[in-house]
Nanobody, 123 residues
């Protein structure tokens, strides 16, 4: 069964950090770009960051530039999202998704999705 599983979410105070992981089972991530998306209650799903299959290209939403870092370890079949200087507006369910054809800003382009992990930033 082809599956993506996110982990690492939780409750953190403003200014804190979390590292999310996206692990694949049933297939290798080597050939896929991986995107992180988030969805807050009552809002549309938005792209946060994406990394190419080789790891040589990354992009970030303006709202997280300088605070979030995406990386991948293909040997571990895992992609990470390091989130620093977290703000209350970062509160959302975070999803990872795999796209065989490269990074896309459209969620519709992605082939596989994880179930999501909750990130809550609150004092």
């Amino acid at each position: 069964q082809l599956q993506l599983v996110e982990s690492g979410g939780g409750l953190v105070q403003p200014g804190g950090s979390l590292r999310l992981s996206c692990a694949a089972s049933g297939f290798t991530l080597d050939y896929y770009a991986i995107g992180w998306f988030r969805q807050a209650p009552g809002k549309e799903r938005e792209g946060v960051s994406c990394i190419s299959s080789s790891g040589g290209s990354t992009n970030y939403a303006d709202s997280v530039k300088g605070r979030f870092t995406i990386s991948r370890d293909n040997a571990k079949n895992t992609v990470y999202l390091q989130m620093n200087s977290l703000k209350p507006e970062d509160t959302a369910v975070y999803y990872c998704a795999a796209d065989f054809y490269g990074c896309s800003s459209s969620p519709m382009a992605y082939d596989y999705w994880g179930q999501g992990t909750q990130v809550t930033v609150s004092s």
